[in-house]
């Protein structure tokens, strides 16, 4: 079974998405720390963020991994080949960075191969903005968070403060502007509501309301929609479309 969780940045995907995961019991899986982790690793290289090709050809030569600490059900870590990108991919230059990586179509392709074998099997909650459009887009439950970009601002700045980083508000503000139009905007799968999605606007919501209203429903879909293990045998990619070198 997948919980797929869309949305804008700063809309609260993944803390609601890990929180998500460990009352389910889901396996947790996050498309975007994996564009990121690339992003990071081309930066060091000077790789151009706008050549697709490049960037492709570079994420194919190397696995994206997530690693668990003991008796741990989210991960804790992410590496790109053999390098840990864990502690770099969460800084305001990679959140600049990370809208030309992720809207290069020729890289797309083959993220979408590594997302795909990485939640072939199993219960996941997976966060993204293209998750129930075209990730997995038979996901068994589909929710679109959104909020006001003023309070997605306000909750990027407090993160930022919390992580030690230093941070602007307004700055902040402008970078989500840019953000949504970019992704909204791109050619290849842009950042859109799925047809069959749940679109919920957490803008007044606290993320303990937000986490118990998946939740409900979640489990009212394993209960109605799935075996007897709770989806926990299913093949997640049953169905879908080979992927080529580009992402449709």
């Known amino acids: 079974m997948i919980i797929a969780i869309d949305g804008p940045a700063g809309s609260g ?8 995961a460990l009352r389910m019991g889901f396996h947790y899986l996050d498309t975007g720390a994996m564009y990121r982790a690339v992003a990071v690793a081309a930066m060091r290289r000077g790789i151009d ?9 570079f994420s194919k030569s190397r696995r994206i991994r997530f690693a668990y600490e003991k008796g741990e059900v989210l991960p804790s870590r992410v590496f790109f080949g053999d390098e840990e990108m864990t502690d770099f991919i969460r800084t305001p230059e990679v959140d600049r960075a990370v809208s030309p990586v992720s809207g290069c179509p020729e890289l797309r392709g083959d993220m979408l191969e590594k997302q795909r074998m990485l939640g072939a099997v199993g219960n996941y909650v997976v966060e993204g903005r293209d998750i129930g459009t075209v990730v997995f887009p038979n996901a068994a439950l589909k929710v679109f968070l959104t909020a006001c970009v003023e309070e997605r601002a306000r909750r990027r700045t407090l993160q930022n403060e919390r992580r030690g980083i230093d941070s602007d508000y307004e700055s902040i503000l402008q970078a989500l502007k ?7 905007n791109r050619d290849v799968a842009p950042l859109a509501v799925a047809e069959d999605a749940l679109e919920l606007d957490t803008t007044d919501m606290s993320e303990e309301e937000v986490v118990d209203y998946i939740v409900k429903l979640a489990q009212r879909v394993r209960d109605e929609v799935c075996g007897a293990d709770g989806g926990a045998g299913d093949d997640n990619t049953a169905g879908l479309p080979e992927i080529g070198d580009e992402c449709a």
């Open 13 to 20: 995907k993944s803390s609601v998405a890990k929180t998500v």
């Open 49 to 57: 963020l706008s050549d697709g090709v490049a960037l492709r050809d």
């Open 178 to 184: 840019d953000r949504d139009n970019f992704d909204m």
